[in-house]
């Protein structure tokens, strides 16, 4: 049976591990105190306009800050988003305040909308009653499958 030798065990070792897990603890804590600092210390444009009594807007200005369709140049001036003038401005311009809700992209209606569009009402017209009920045994499904049909063979 093999002994442990007690004389040659090196204690240093388990206390170094301690120091260096807290060591890593102390700079993540510091990590996360200066993100916070960082924050705090990242001012709102709009707080500091309302708070700051030196910034004096026109009632042009006033006017073009909730106007999406107005845009301010590095220069301070204003045009409108659409005209020539803002085209020659720099790239990353953007509005003042941007709108809140994103534009929806649109897509073009193809010819195969237009056809299915059609399909779809004579398909509706032959299965369905005259009152609008769909016939007895039809669902909706029925309809699409016909509609389809018929798409193909047009």
Do not use: W
């Not at 040659?8 to 603890?25: A, H, I």
């Not at 500091?48 to 009594?53: A, G, I, L, T």
């Not at 590095?74 to 720099?90: I, K, M, Y």
């Amino acid at each position: 049976m093999a002994r442990y030798d007690y004389d040659r065990f090196d204690y240093t070792d388990r206390f170094d591990m301690d120091r260096r897990e807290q060591e890593r603890l102390e700079r993540m804590i510091d990590e996360a105190r200066r993100e916070l600092d960082r924050e705090v210390r990242r001012e709102d444009p709009i707080v500091r306009v309302v708070n700051d009594p030196s910034i004096v807007l026109t009632p042009k200005e006033k006017a073009a800050i909730n106007n999406p369709k107005m845009m301010m140049t590095p220069d301070r001036r204003l045009v409108r988003a659409g005209s020539g003038a803002s085209r020659n401005v720099s790239a990353g311009m953007s509005p003042l305040y941007p709108t809140l809700t994103p534009t929806k992209r649109t897509r073009k209606k193809t010819k195969m909308d237009k056809t299915m569009s059609r399909c779809l009402k004579q398909a509706n017209k032959q299965l369905r009653k005259k009152n609008g009920q769909l016939r007895k045994g039809k669902t909706m499904a029925d309809v699409m499958r016909l509609a389809h049909r018929l798409c193909k063979k047009s």
